[in-house]
């Protein structure tokens, strides 16, 4: 069992490089209980939502973290203000080596950062998903489970 505000913190400050100074607003609904999951693997999807944020966000622009929880889940999403996605590239996102055709030559790697962030998740028992509108940002959000759900 982990708390959300120590997942996002320390995922913060090991993506502080990656931010490159855009600010970072944090939000974890009071009473949010524990989760369940490796902090080193969750770091990892954090890490890499926040520095896709930072990529592909307006320089200034703040990302919002928020931490939430319903129906026996943690929810935590990242929402950056960029370009956005088209409605048929939300999905793709995931798939190996895809990268969003509007900024694709804006930014360096591979395309494979959301395809290990959504395997990671789903190990987790959880699942990973994109919002997006196209000139206003896009929001990831995943799911984790309680961890009194999994072990009382």
Same mark, same amino acid.
């Given at each position: 069992?982990?708390?959300?505000?120590? @997942?996002?913190?320390?995922?913060?400050?090991?993506?502080?490089?990656? @931010?490159?100074?855009?600010?970072?607003?944090?939000?974890?609904?009071?009473?949010?209980?524990?989760?369940?999951?490796?902090?080193? !693997?969750?770091?990892?999807? @954090?890490?890499? !939502?926040?520095?896709?944020?930072?990529?592909?966000?307006?320089?200034?622009?703040?990302?919002?973290?928020?931490?939430?929880?319903?129906?026996?889940?943690?929810?935590?999403?990242?929402?950056?203000?960029?370009?956005?996605?088209? #409605?048929? #590239?939300?999905?793709?996102?995931? #798939?190996?080596?895809?990268?969003?055709?509007?900024?694709?030559? !804006?930014?360096?790697?591979?395309?494979?950062?959301?395809?290990?962030?959504?395997?990671?998740?789903?190990?987790?028992?959880?699942?990973?998903?994109? #919002?997006?509108?196209?000139?206003?940002?896009?929001?990831?959000?995943?799911? @984790?489970?309680?961890?009194?759900?999994?072990?009382?």
């Amino acid at each position: 069992p982990f708390a959300v505000e120590a @997942l996002i913190a320390a995922a913060r400050q090991s993506a502080e490089r990656l @931010l490159d100074g855009r600010p970072v607003q944090v939000t974890v609904e009071p009473g949010v209980p524990a989760a369940w999951a490796d902090p080193e !693997l969750i770091g990892t999807v @954090l890490r890499h !939502l926040l520095g896709n944020a930072a990529k592909y966000s307006t320089p200034g622009k703040p990302i919002d973290v928020r931490g939430s929880s319903s129906n026996g889940h943690i929810s935590i999403s990242v929402a950056d203000q960029g370009p956005g996605l088209r #409605e048929e #590239e939300v999905e793709r996102v995931f #798939e190996p080596y895809y990268r969003g055709s509007a900024t694709a030559h !804006l930014v360096s790697g591979m395309g494979m950062g959301l395809t290990i962030a959504k395997n990671i998740v789903a190990a987790h028992g959880g699942r990973i998903w994109a #919002e997006s509108w196209p000139g206003q940002g896009t929001v990831f959000t995943f799911t @984790l489970p309680v961890a009194a759900d999994k072990h009382p």
